[in-house]
């Protein structure tokens, strides 16, 4: 995969609008997770595939084809999206970068301002310099001239480019002479093919039980998306935890089929074949495994002892316990538990902790989709995205196969996750081998449940009548799988949609979209009455019908946290704003960069509430706050009062207005 550096200068300011606003301040700036002021890199992408076509459509009849191979093509209801092999991150401008705001009205026939017409956007001053990567995974020489042309040929980024707006120059320092008209000039006869990957060609190709299990690390450079539903009536895209088995599977048969599509194939038929998913995982460790629990796990919401809050599962029976700080039918009688999901991070001396997924960061933008046939109404979506670093995860192959992925990721391979992956998701995934369940023997676990209690890791696909209850799901799959019988099961079913590009399964039409599959959902937790025989085995071997590409992945219970973890702040992420500290916007943002979320969105609404009527009756607001409040509320409002006092004196109630309207969207949107 060739990797470009490259350089956005402004030469008129830019209003790449984040899609996000209030009443008063109709459009923001879009930010990065690390508080930048970005152009969106799929606001980028759409520009170069508009530019691209219309540039080639007079010299080549297949300008569409070549527009395809480049940025992809979406999936229709009889036939399959591809994607692009063209990846493009946001530009990025530097923290100190200068902003301003433009007020507009629409003008009628008459050349009167229309009514309700007035929009206030959000801008970045000319002369801001903004610096981004492009990626092209694709060998072919001319096709990564192809990817430099299209971004050469972006001369505007943002809104009212036909106005004059967003001017641009972009450069890359690697390719200081190349022009667009160079480029094309070496483009326009080349013959152009696509990447051809293909998975299933012989599945025999691999046979035999022998298999190996190698340590996946991914290491991302950007927010993550990945889906779980799809989107509601509200377009908001939320995003799962953890990235699925499935996607790594995807991945991993994709390296290999680079060197070996005979060996990519045999591989994903293999019975011993298994990806489990990338979890979260705390930075600057290396633990011995990283598990998925869902709310079978417990924490306690009062403390034990005034010291430690109470972690465990509720599957673990009491009789099994010698240990009364981890008896949870016996604690929760009396102490306020609630359900947690997340990770358990097992470390190598043994001790494991609890990464809940409410504090894994979360990244939320908005995307305007435009479809080639004009907007619609509805085109505005909102996308949740989490902040992780560093992702860990188990992969059992067929030894010839893991001993070929070794070597292609000996040095990391830049690899893509996700939703929007040509613009996000990207990162390095690395491997090692790994002795398979050998660290797993440090589990803190009662020797009664030793190779009897389970957790699910990625979905198990099952074959039962709709009406059955879990303990016969559970005791029927376990049963065709050789595991025994169940004692005690906390399992959940579900229903799991998708798509399968490898075309194994089968398929809506030609879509790419795969029928719907009964499962029980990751989470679920089963204890054995009889300890499993041969464990490392039929773990390798997994549970459940499909199991390729990352279906039936299980592991054994580590049994008991002792203590949160969390995952490490970045030291970059401050938010740093603009040089225009006089505005209304500005000092919006500096209140909410002071005040954080020690005020709810409601209480920052009734001051505006106030302010709507007077700025004396603001005034008075924040002494009722000072004589009549708690203590520690008058101390949220007391750290922002002395800015809210000048700004009340020296600004216009509108202007007031707008200052209190930026600091109220921005503690709505920060969750």
Not at 488 to 516: H, I, P, Y
Request: charged share 25%.
């Amino acid at each position: 995969m060739k990797n470009y550096e490259f350089e956005l200068l402004l030469r008129s300011d830019a209003e790449p609008a984040s899609g996000m606003g209030g009443e008063l301040l109709n459009s923001m700036l879009p930010k990065d997770e690390k508080g930048c002021f970005i152009i969106p890199g799929s606001h980028l992408k759409g520009v170069m595939r508009e530019n691209l076509f219309n540039l080639l459509s007079p010299l080549r009849k297949d300008a569409a084809k070549i527009c395809g191979i480049l940025f992809g093509n979406p999936g229709e209801l009889n036939e399959g999206g591809n994607p692009g092999v063209l990846h493009i991150t946001n530009a990025a401008a530097l923290p100190d970068a200068k902003t301003l705001t433009i007020t507009r009205t629409a003008v009628g026939p008459d050349g009167v301002a229309s009514d309700t017409s007035l929009r206030t956007t959000e801008a970045l001053a000319k002369g801001t310099c903004l610096k981004g990567r492009m990626s092209c995974d694709c060998a072919d020489v001319t096709v990564q001239k192809l990817c430099r042309l299209a971004l050469l040929t972006v001369t505007a980024v943002g809104g009212g480019r036909t106005r004059g707006s967003g001017e641009c120059k972009i450069t890359f320092p690697a390719f200081p002479a190349e022009t667009p008209g160079k480029l094309l000039k070496e483009i326009a006869a080349a013959e152009i093919r696509g990447s051809q990957k293909c998975f299933i060609h012989n599945p025999n190709a691999v046979t035999g039980g022998d298999f190996k299990a190698v340590r996946l690390v991914f290491e991302s450079s950007s927010p993550i998306c990945i889906p779980e539903r799809p989107a509601g009536k509200n377009n908001v895209i939320g995003s799962a935890d953890a990235i699925p088995g499935t996607a790594v599977a995807g991945v991993l048969l994709n390296l290999l089929s680079e060197r070996d599509q005979d060996l990519s194939s045999g591989c994903c038929r293999s019975e011993v074949f298994r990806c489990f998913p990338l979890l979260p995982t705390p930075e600057g460790e290396d633990p011995a495994a990283v598990l998925r629990v869902s709310n079978t796990h417990k924490i306690s919401k009062l403390c034990a002892e005034g010291k430690n809050h109470l972690f465990g599962d509720l599957m673990i029976p009491d009789k099994y316990l010698s240990d009364p700080r981890y008896r949870w039918q016996e604690q929760s009688r009396t102490i306020s538990m609630k359900g947690v999901s997340g990770m358990l991070v097992v470390g190598n001396g043994g001790d494991v902790k609890l990464l809940r997924s409410g504090d894994i960061p979360r990244y939320y933008s908005a995307h305007g989709v435009v479809n080639g046939e004009g907007e619609k109404k509805d085109n505005l979506f909102t996308m949740e995205s989490i902040r992780v670093k560093k992702f860990t995860a188990l992969a059992i192959l067929p030894v010839k196969a893991a001993q070929m992925l070794l070597e292609i990721l000996k040095e990391g391979r830049q690899v893509f996750f996700g939703k929007s992956k040509s613009t996000m998701g990207g990162g390095i995934l690395k491997a090692q081998a790994t002795p398979l369940f050998e660290k797993f023997d440090r589990y803190h676990q009662v020797e009664k449940l030793r190779n009897r209690l389970f957790i699910v890791q990625s979905p198990i696909v099952y074959d039962s009548p709709a009406e059955s209850s879990s303990r016969d799901i559970i005791n029927k799959v376990l049963n065709e799988a050789g595991w025994g019988e169940v004692a005690e099961e906390s399992v959940m079913t579900s229903v799991l949609f998708g798509w399968n590009s490898m075309k194994l399964d089968k398929q809506l039409c030609n879509s790419g979209r795969v029928q719907a599959k009964r499962v029980i959902t990751p989470g679920s937790v089963f204890l054995l009455k009889e300890p499993l025989s041969s464990p490392v085995e039929k773990i390798a071997k997994g549970l459940g019908s499909d199991r390729y590409a990352g279906y039936g992945a299980v592991m054994p219970h580590p049994m008991f946290a002792t203590a949160l973890c969390s995952l490490e702040k970045d030291a970059e992420n401050t938010v740093q704003f603009g040089k225009c500290s006089g505005s209304p916007v500005f000092c919006g943002y500096r209140l909410h960069r002071i005040c954080g979320k020690k005020l709810s969105a409601s209480q920052i609404a009734n001051l505006m509430s106030r302010a709507e009527t007077s700025v004396e009756e603001a005034e008075n607001f924040l002494e009722e706050q000072r004589l009549y409040r708690p203590e520690d509320i008058w101390d949220a409002w007391k750290s922002v009062k002395e800015i809210l006092d000048k700004y009340f004196k020296s600004y216009s109630r509108p202007d007031v207005i707008r200052m209190l309207r930026v600091w109220h969207d921005l503690n709505v949107g920060d969750k």
